[in-house]
């Protein structure tokens, strides 16, 4: 069991690699949805195998094991690795829950900062506007939906960038890319290797409303050019707001723009579909194990019971 166990918390080291080749071999709506739900699975398979360590070594002392109707001692593949195991278990997740919900507070003050300045501002129909020197502009949840840009960003561009930005910003809104974002921030709370996932799952967010918004204005240079005077007017001036509200200015730019203006290759395509399998594999493998170490943790409770034979 012990070994079953650790393979969740060691699958997730080889998923940063994976999702960088992912966003680069593979369309970036494909490569969002791979790469995310390969992150909360992954994520999800570590919280049980650690919550099935921290049970094993519980079990082991006289007061759980009375509690949980022990009638013999519960029995390990590996009985002095238990209770260490347990202990670091219980360390992890002690560190997730209080980092997820500091995380988690802090992301509704900022949400909340960020629905009532775009409250105060002029709208017309989902577009808001702030008033404010710094140049930004960011797709804002909520009902409704809203699509946040400053006066400093509006005099940085021109009538045609700015509705490609525009066409930016509501692609993240009718995308629904901050659960998305969400879900990696939360993620990355859970295994210290997807916090550096967290951030492809940001770029490929960025990447696929490039891609929506070229679509809509029909020009992909513009929406490049658009892009790029929007990062460098925003230099410095970005609103503060939580982590799952996507911004025009946020991930590395010059990837961004570069991605635009170029046409990806058919074999670069082809070769990405055996990241995707990688990324499947990942997930597969550490659910299984995840799933079946669980279970024979199960039986072993039940056999310490009384209630199953070994």
Known sequence: MTALLILPLLVPFALPALARRALDRLAPTVALWAVTGSAVALAGCTLAALGAFVLTGLFQLPFFAALGELIRPLHTASDRFVL???AVSVGGLAVCAWTCTRSA???IRAFRAARTAA???????DLCVVDSP???AYALPGRPHRIVVTTGMLRSLDGAEREALFAHERAHNVGGHHYFLAAAELAAHCHPALRRVRDVIRLAVERVADEAAASAVGDRRLTARAIARAALAGRGGAIERPAFVPGAVSG????RVEALLTVPAAGRRRAGAWVAVLLAACAAVSCVASATGV???????EVAQGEAER
């Open 252 to 255: 590395p730019v010059p990837r």
């Open 119 to 125: 409250g105060r501002g002029p709208a017309a129909g």
């Open 295 to 301: 279970i024979d943790f199960h039986h072993r409770v």
């Open 105 to 107: 507070l802090r992301q």
């Open 134 to 136: 710094g140049a930004d």
């Open 84 to 86: 260490p195991l347990a």
